[in-house]
């Protein structure tokens, strides 16, 4: 699948969501990436249609501060589901961004949280590790349009 396709599949998404994306300048290239693929990633993981899709849609308040994740997904069945996208774990701010996702899964367990790592030349594929108690094991799922 390529990433041109990807609008073809989104007929439940809402114009505003599509508009959310079109108004916003990403941090970096691995979340502009998760943008144009991460709905299709989230949906095929937990066999369940994304609705709508935020970029930086929040803050939560955790011990020792504050995190806002990179994305949002509603999922048709309600379910929230937040992702921090990262490169490596050799980024500079992965440690910290790690453990405020951590933090954040253990005060909001009632969420799905993701930690997402791009796919890089060695590994063409987006790695997905679930942070909490919604799946129980890491998942990898090839990048789409490569």
């Known amino acids: 699948m390529t990433v041109t396709q990807v609008g ?3 007929a439940n ?10 108004q916003h300048k990403y ?3 691995y979340e ?3 943008a144009s693929e991460g709905a299709l990633i989230i949906q095929h993981e937990l066999l369940t249609p994304v609705a709508v ?15 806002s994740p990179d994305f949002q997904h509603i999922l048709k069945t309600g379910e929230i589901v937040f ?3 990262k490169a490596t774990r050799m980024q500079k701010n992965f440690r910290d961004a790690h453990s405020k996702l951590r933090a954040a899964a253990e005060v909001y367990p009632y969420y799905h949280w993701i930690l997402a790592f791009a796919p890089r030349r060695a590994t063409p594929a987006w790695a997905l590790e679930q942070i909490g108690s919604h799946l129980a094991q890491p998942v990898t799922r090839p990048a789409l349009g490569h």
């Open 8 to 10: 073809t599949h989104h």
């Open 27 to 29: 941090k970096s290239v």
């Open 83 to 85: 992702v921090e996208v």
């Open 13 to 22: 998404i809402t114009a505003k969501a599509l508009l959310d994306f079109a």
């Open 32 to 34: 502009e990436l998760w």
């Open 53 to 67: 899709t935020l970029y930086e849609p929040m803050t939560f308040r955790i011990p020792g501060g504050r995190y």
